[in-house]
């Protein structure tokens, strides 16, 4: 009985085997990084079966699922981000899927041109940022070659995006925010830029039409990850301008199935002392900027990880200047204009910032994310300088001896100026993000976040410009209240030339800032290959400051036809609110406006992306056009790289263009791309009443950052027959700026505009050591250990062109005003080595 028990027992398990086979399918294949390592102990499972099985040392799995229903695969490991596919297959049917999987908190850990990401971002390969020639380096770089975005001074790394300012863009590390300087004048003050490439593994950037989740800023956004090691590695870099090194690694439990620990570490360390002596001004440059990074992993389940993002920079710049001659002009009307210099400058900026993350994954449909956050900025600007100052008119003598043929035929302005300035901030910043991501449904998810902010400002400004010109002092006497509604550079508020130039102010602020946000990813056709993908969400802001509530709803609509051809296209709309940062709402005396409001963005965008292939390599073709209505705008001036604001609500405004990119791989491998920009931005104060009761109009007239036409070209190439051996060349043009002299013609219509900006870098490399190559498998063990070894040599301004940063107002002995330019570097070299293991 027990036999034929077990006999029965038997066959029906068969044939439940038979039968279960036939309505299934079998899905195989590898999981490996973006280095293509294979994975292992990677869980591979689905909630519509109990099937669940674990990656091989090669990173092999195979999987029963269910046929003729749509069912999801997970893809689970505690250092990486999880991912789900959705399958869909035949009974007895077998499907070949490959994974490769992101670095946990990691969105992307590689640039292929070929990838459609499908979210309107783009994407910049951080190792391309090496080999761009270029004085600053960083990831600014790259992005300054983006459509949409442009720079007129390669010493600085800020960047103007589709009209707005410095201060209109966003950067992230890790989900923490990164402020820029407060008091930095110049790109020669800057140093170095906060993201450390050697730690970075993916850039996207927004340039306008951003999500809720990311604000409150009306302009762009640079969205940063740093790397999640794998297996110890580093790298070390030395050149004419500075170094830097870093080493990475990671330590597992005692199986070795996971990771419990990584750790990233780099050092920084540049000097630009080689660019600033070829400048004009002469003297003894000094400048040290010096940073170093960390980021520490725990990893204390698969549930449950922790992460600390740390940051210590400190930049000095001493300056001594002696004397500088400009000659600008034609050859019709050649000037002169000779200064020689008296005392220093000294300057420090101290920067300190913590992050530490708690991130915990219940299931494979939810993620809770905690971030409390630290920055601290000590900043400090001291100078007491005289330049005694001669304009003249020149031309050439062609008699006369020597290298210099120009004669001095009459003076046109003599005088000395005496600048002295006391300035100091600190700034404190304590945050607490709570975030998380909830997948409703597998075609929806939700995104949503609570930010509470502790701001702390203590400010003391003083500061005061003498000029004696012509023989006599003018009265430098400050206005203690101007009392009056006049926009800011009015002529009629220009009672003493003092109220201009002396600057007296402490303050000491402590307010919170209270923001969230909510957004729904909804892919409404299909899931596999859907057609629209919806992302709908409002984001809100409140400020104790001025006791100011906004909300901010913002839309956009994917739309991929199944077409033969492979086209994307999207629509971007929604409402953005910048709310007023310290820098905004201090005025030129540095006045602070308790009654400033939020500036106000309302934006409309269309684009489009093309990816195609040529010689069988991928290429892309992207379109954007867009048009921003701008209200409660808080007026400016730019001088080099400071703005200085009005403090006041005082203007409206619009921004419209359209930029396009096309990219690919004109030689295998390397990647190039162009792209043009063509953009128009006005504004107008609004209506006022001046000192003498009459309604004033004003009209529309172009903004600082008018820009209308820019076309950047970044280009690659390697020696034929000898790939080791490249070629890099970074070539931009840009219209030039308006121009205006800030105490005269602010609120007039300008009439003068800045010299055009083009520029040509190029760069030359040899990658002496590469793994990749066949010939250097069979070497030491130490050299198969070095991944790349390669040295770099770099022409700056190839052309020599005389660029312009800003100009010097000079008033001669007729009463009229000169603009003096103030040339940016000259043609210069640069030679470097880096090592990476």
């Known amino acids: 009985m027990n036999k034929l028990r077990t006999f029965f027992i038997f066959l029906f398990s068969f044939l439940f085997s038979i039968l279960y086979a036939q309505n299934t399918i079998t899905v195989f294949g590898t999981i490996s990084d973006f280095q293509f390592n294979p994975i292992e102990n990677v869980m591979v499972q689905s909630p519509h079966t109990e099937n669940k099985v674990i990656s091989t040392k090669d990173g092999k799995y195979q999987i029963l699922l269910p046929a003729n229903t749509e069912v999801q695969l997970y893809f689970k490991h505690i250092a990486f981000r999880d991912t789900i596919f959705t399958l869909l297959g035949e009974p007895q049917e077998s499907i070949k899927l490959d994974i490769i999987l992101a670095a946990t908190g990691s ?150 199935t996971r990771d419990i620990f990584t750790y ?106 905690l971030i409390l956050s630290s920055y601290y900025a000590k900043e400090s600007e001291t100078f007491d300088i005289q330049s005694q100052y001669w304009l003249s008119d020149i031309e050439a003598d062609l008699g006369s001896e020597g290298k210099d043929i120009s004669k001095e035929i009459s003076v046109r302005a003599v005088g000395t100026n005496i600048d002295h300035a006391r300035n100091y901030i600190n700034f404190f910043v304590s945050a607490a993000d709570f975030r998380g991501e909830h997948q409703l449904h597998k075609r929806n998810s939700i995104f949503w976040g609570v930010k509470v902010q502790n701001e702390r400002i203590k400010d003391e400004l003083n500061q005061w410009h003498m000029n004696d010109s012509a023989g006599y002092t ?168 400071q703005i200085v604001y009005s403090g006041k609500n005082d203007a409206m405004g619009y921004a419209t263009g359209f930029d396009a990119r096309f990219s690919g791989e004109l030689i295998e491998g ?39 036409f820019v076309l950047n070209l970044f280009f690659q190439d390697h020696i034929p027959g000898f790939r080791p051996l490249r070629v890099n060349l970074n070539f931009v043009y840009s219209t030039g700026l308006p121009l205006w002299n800030p105490e005269r013609e602010r609120v007039k219509k300008n009439t003068l505009q800045m010299k055009d900006y083009f520029r040509v870098d190029i760069g030359f490399s040899y990658i002496f050591l590469e793994q990749s190559r066949d010939r250097f498998r069979n070497k030491s063990k130490f050299i198969r250990a070095i991944k790349n070894a390669g040295i770099y040599f770099e022409v700056f301004n190839l052309l020599g062109t005389n660029n312009v940063s800003s100009y010097m107002w000079i008033k001669d002995i007729n009463n009229q005003y000169w603009a003096i330019p103030n040339y940016l570097t000259p043609r210069l070299i640069n030679l470097k080595f880096a090592i990476e293991f």
């Open 474 to 641: 003018l009265p430098y006497i400050p206005n203690p209240n101007p009392g009056d509604s006049v926009p800011f550079g009015d002529p009629s508020r220009q009672l003493t030339l003092g109220e201009f130039n002396y600057y007296d102010a402490s303050h000491f602020l402590n307010t919170i800032r209270i923001t969230g946000f909510i957004q729904d990813t909804w892919k409404i056709d299909n899931d596999i290959k859907p057609r629209f993908t919806l992302n709908a969400g409002v984001r809100f802001h409140y400020w104790s400051y001025n006791k100011e509530f906004n909300a901010s709803p913002r839309l956009s609509l994917l739309y991929k036809p199944r077409w033969k051809h492979d086209w994307l296209f999207w629509l971007k709309t929604g409402v953005y609110y910048q709310t007023p940062f310290y820098r905004e709402f201090r005025d030129i005396q540095g006045k602070l406006n308790p009654n400033i409001k939020s500036q106000f963005s309302y934006q409309v965008i269309l684009a489009s992306e093309y990816n195609f292939k040529i010689w069988n390599r991928p290429f892309k073709f992207t379109m954007e056009g867009y048009y921003k209505y701008l209200d409660n705008l808080i007026s400016y001036y730019v001088d080099n790289i």
């Open 264 to 369: 990233l570490v780099g050092v920084r360390y540049k000097t630009n002392s080689y660019l600033l002596k070829s400048m004009e001004t002469k003297g003894d440059y000094k400048p040290n900027f010096f940073d170093a990074q960390m980021l520490l992993g725990w990893n204390i389940s698969e549930k449950f990880e922790i992460g600390l993002l740390g940051n210590i920079s400190i930049n000095k710049y001493l300056f001594v200047p002696s004397d500088r001659e400009t000659r600008f002009g034609t050859i019709e009307d050649l000037k002169s204009f000779k200064v020689y210099f008296d005392g220093q400058e000294v300057d420090k900026y101290e920067n300190y910032l913590g992050g530490l993350t708690f991130t915990y994954r219940p299931n494979f449909k939810n993620q809770l994310k």
């Open 107 to 256: 969105q992307l850990q590689s640039v292929d041109i070929s990838t459609t990401y499908n979210d309107g971002y783009t994407r910049v390969d951080p190792k391309l940022t090496f080999s761009m020639p270029s004085p600053t380096g960083g990831a600014e770089s790259l992005i300054k070659m983006l459509p949409g975005v442009s720079s007129v001074n390669e010493l600085s790394a800020q960047y103007n995006v589709r009209g707005g300012n410095y201060d209109e863009n966003l950067i992230f590390v890790n989900d923490i925010q990164i402020y820029r300087p407060f008091l930095v004048r110049n790109g020669n003050q800057e140093g170095l830029s906060f993201v450390n490439l050697d730690l970075t593994q993916s850039v996207k950037f927004s340039a306008g039409g951003f999500p809720a989740q990311y604000g409150d800023k009306t302009s762009s956004v640079m969205d940063v990850e740093y790397k999640t090691p794998k297996q110890f590695g580093g790298s070390f870099m030395i050149g004419f301008l500075g170094t830097s090194a870093h080493i990475e690694g990671c330590v597992k439990n005692k199986p070795k």
């Open 670 to 708: 390397l990647e190039s791309w162009l792209s043009i920009s063509i953009m128009n931005t006005m504004d107008k104060n609004k209506p006022y009443y001046n000192n003498n009761g009459e309604l004033v109009k004003p009209t529309y007239k172009r903004r600082p950052t008018d820009q209308r």
